[in-house]
T-cell receptor, first 113, second 111 residues
Framework: SQTIHQWPATLVQPVGSPLSLECTVE??????LYWYRQAAGRGLQLLFY??????ISSEVPQNLSASRPQDRQFILSSKKLLLSDSGFYLC????????????FGPGTRLTVL | EDQVTQSPEALRLQEGESSSLNCSYT??????LFWYRQDPGKGPEFLFT???AGEEKEKERLKATLTKKESFLHITAPKPEDSATYLC????????????FGEGTQLTVNP
């Protein structure tokens, strides 16, 4: 079976500090990978998605970037955090191609102070 | 512009009191509609996928239905453990695998 991991689970960072959130998927190959941000516990906003190693599509211009150094690893980064970067960050995976469901990880709660 | 609207924003039910949550969408070519359940501080948990009008899916006390304009999540005789935020998302034919989410309905079931 497939599992998705995210770490850290929670993070408190000062404004202007760098960020690195990691997501890994087990039990599948060549998945589509996604980063979402959820503010105030409601709707999800798609930030980035990737269909393969080194292939990143950005949905929203912002202070963040994403990378996919390995097939089942997806990283969300920032060089300098802003207060507005606070939120709940969710990673998701989907089987490549077709209409298959996206499955979400446990999330990372980021607080920027 | 593609839009997904969920109503109500919040719903309080007594245990055993059946009700429905609504997800209306205005999109150019629906490829699929997804329902998720999210508990506080956790990632969304997949419930159902619906692909065409008239389709229905059931799981325990939940039943999802789809028309050309909206989807309903029917909750029959809910229990307190059904309390959660229910999210609806659509996949559009011209947008690849990307999902557009509604803002969710926060359901509270009182014992």
């Amino acid at each position: 079976s497939q599992t998705i991991h995210q770490w850290p689970a929670t993070l408190v960072q000062p404004v202007g500090s760098p960020l690195s959130l990691e997501c890994t998927v087990e039990g599948t190959s060549n998945p589509n990978l996604y980063w979402y941000r959820q503010a105030a516990g409601r709707g999800l906003q798609l930030l980035f998605y990737s269909v393969g190693i080194g292939q990143i599509s950005s949905e929203v211009p912002q202070n963040l970037s994403a990378s996919r150094p390995q097939d089942r690893q997806f990283i969300l980064s920032s060089k300098k955090l802003l207060l507005s970067d606070s939120g709940f960050y969710l990673c998701a995976w989907k089987r490549a191609g077709g209409r298959d469901t996206q499955y979400f990880g446990p999330g990372t709660r980021l607080t920027v102070l | 512009e593609d839009q997904v609207t969920q109503s109500p924003e919040a719903l309080r039910l007594q245990e055993g009191e059946s009700s429905s949550l609504n997800c209306s969408y205005t999109v150019s070519g629906l490829r699929g509609l997804f329902w998720y359940r999210q508990d506080p501080g956790k990632g969304p948990e997949f419930l159902f996928t619906l692909y065409s009008a008239g389709e229905e899916k059931e799981k325990e006390r939940l039943k999802a239905t789809l028309t050309k304009k909206e989807s309903f999540l029917h909750i029959t005789a809910p229990k307190p453990e059904d309390s959660a935020t229910y999210l609806c998302a659509v996949q559009i034919r011209t947008s690849g695998s990307r999902l557009t989410f509604g803002e969710g309905t926060q359901l509270t079931v009182n014992p």
